[in-house]
């Protein structure tokens, strides 16, 4: 048990170390991998150039922490002592630690379900040593071969760990026995699903992770479920089904980035352009997206295909207006949040309208439900409105207004003008000096979606209820170091990626 113990820690430890290191990324560490996993992680486990900088950098500036490395080093091999195994990160591991290592599973099923956990070797004799030396050394580790390749197997016989060609690998002994045959034959490495999936991934990222759709969905598909929940997933796996889902997280001096890279679908749907940065400066939240009345004719029907309770006739017993009729007329739009405090607050909408007459209609019905509302107050359009309403109620300082200006339908609530100020505003967010570094740390080739000032949302969030939760009391230190976060997407061929960036003071 504590030979496995040592296993278990230097493994995840290494995997840790991933979070203070940098590195370029490999698909050697793929060749041991069968080409039927459905879940692949590979991170770096050694410090490496710019981005060692890099994730130091951030470490330090949010957690407080000057030498990540270190510190995971010393508990690394405190760990070990505890564990009863003589062995330290320097003596023992570091000889023959490579750059990267990666973990797989090969079933959702099972207790343990089968994975099995590979590091790249400088040195695969060192390597060996090691495994003899915390493992081999004990009287009830068995010994086998398999396929020409030793290994070591505990006395349970479940797992098993062994050097497969430059690569020392622990997990289950089924697993196991898959890396060797992976090496020997085809592997993920040689998948032109893995290739497909993770090409346009950045090239530099702290860690990669890959999952084949159809094999997801294959063995999700076999876990016993409730009906409403095995519909749900059954529609969530013709998506998985239909090509890989990847991610790559990376790191700068001043950003952490996180790429999903999809099949292209709703990804591709999902492009802001230039209507994020419309909105007013002071917004602490703002999104834009383009065809609205896309994006909601397929909300409407994946709630079909789930088979949730009618969200059509919620949203029209709340607004007054059936959804399905602003599917018609709804175009490009953007939304946004700004101000903190009861008086302060402003929140609007702003969407473009290819029908006057549709969008007309759709404002009638707001209007005459804000009519059923016996504390409203309905006044006239908003300023320079072709057509619309205003409304107030005693216990809000704010005004609502609703009007169609052209081919432009606006909702907002706030003080003096909400819906000039959503509009045309004094200043727009694209502006900012914080928008435009998101806009820069996304990248060339990616359309902004969301951009969240960090701040002013921690302020509202508290005045909400959470300074009193726990978890947010006890991240909040770390929560104060970040500045911005932004999402954006990019699509090219079949493959769409969606890029989240967050920004650190």
């Not at 090409?199 to 479920?225: F, K, M, W």
Request: glycine share 12%.
């Amino acid at each position: 048990m504590i030979r496995r113990a040592a296993i278990v820690i230097a493994a995840g430890a290494a995997m840790l170390v991933a979070g203070c290191s940098g590195g370029g990324s490999g698909d050697q560490l793929a060749s041991v991998a069968p080409t039927n996993a459905p879940v692949y992680v590979e991170s770096v486990v050694r410090p490496g150039g710019e981005q060692r900088d890099a994730i130091d950098s951030l470490a330090s500036r949010v957690g407080g922490i000057d030498d990540p490395g270190g510190t995971i080093v010393q508990a690394l091999d405190a760990q070990l002592a505890e564990a009863g195994v003589h062995a330290t990160y320097e003596h023992d591991i570091a000889p023959w630690l490579g750059e990267r290592a990666a973990v797989f599973v090969q079933s959702f099923n099972g207790s343990p379900p089968p994975f099995a956990i590979a590091f790249e070797t400088t040195d695969a004799d060192a390597a060996r040593a090691f495994l003899e030396k915390v493992v081999g050394s004990s009287a009830e580790t068995k010994q086998g071969t398999y396929n020409g390749v030793d290994y070591f197997e505990d006395p349970t016989g479940t797992y098993a760990s062994g050097v497969v060609h430059d690569f020392l690998v622990y997990g289950t002994l089924d697993a196991f026995k898959a890396t060797v045959d992976a090496s020997n034959g085809s592997s993920l490495e040689d998948s032109s699903q893995f290739a497909n999936g993770t090409s346009g991934l950045p090239g530099d990222n702290l860690v990669l992770g890959y999952t084949d759709g159809q094999q997801a969905a294959r063995e999700l598909a076999g876990i016993p479920s409730d009906p409403l929940n095995a519909t749900a997933l059954k529609a969530a796996l013709d998506t998985l089904a239909s090509g890989p889902v990847t991610f790559a997280i990376t790191g700068q001096p001043d950003t952490a980035n996180l790429d999903v890279s999809l099949p292209t679908g709703l990804p591709a749907q999902l492009d802001g352009g230039d209507l994020v940065g419309r909105a007013p400066a002071d917004a602490w939240f703002a999104a834009g997206v383009r065809d609205l009345g896309g994006m909601l004719r397929n909300a409407l029907d994946a709630a079909d295909a789930f088979r949730l309770p009618s969200i059509e006739d919620k949203v029209k017993e709340l607004t007054g207006v059936d959804p399905n009729d602003l599917v018609s007329w709804l175009q490009d739009g953007y939304a946004f949040v700004a101000g903190t405090s009861e008086k302060k607050i402003a929140i609007g909408g702003v969407a473009q309208s290819s029908n006057a007459s549709a969008s007309a209609k759709a404002i009638d019905a707001l209007r005459k439900r804000f009519e059923q509302d016996a504390d409203a107050k309905l006044g006239p359009p908003p300023k320079g409105a072709d057509e619309g309403f205003s409304a107030s109620a005693p216990e809000s300082p704010q005004a609502i207004q609703v009007g169609r200006f052209g081919d432009q339908v606006v909702a907002a609530l706030g003080p003096a003008e909400p819906g000039e100020e959503a509009l045309h505003p004094k200043h727009s967010l694209d502006h900012d000096s914080a928008f435009k570094a998101g806009e820069d740390a996304l990248g060339a080739g990616f359309s902004p979606l969301t951009f969240v000032r960090l701040p002013p949302f921690f302020v509202a969030a508290e005045k909400g209820g959470s300074k009193d939760d726990p978890a947010y009391i006890a991240a909040k230190p770390y929560l104060q170091k970040l500045d911005y976060l932004m999402a954006g997407t990019s699509g090219d061929g079949d493959r769409s990626t969606v890029r989240f960036v967050v920004g650190v003071k």
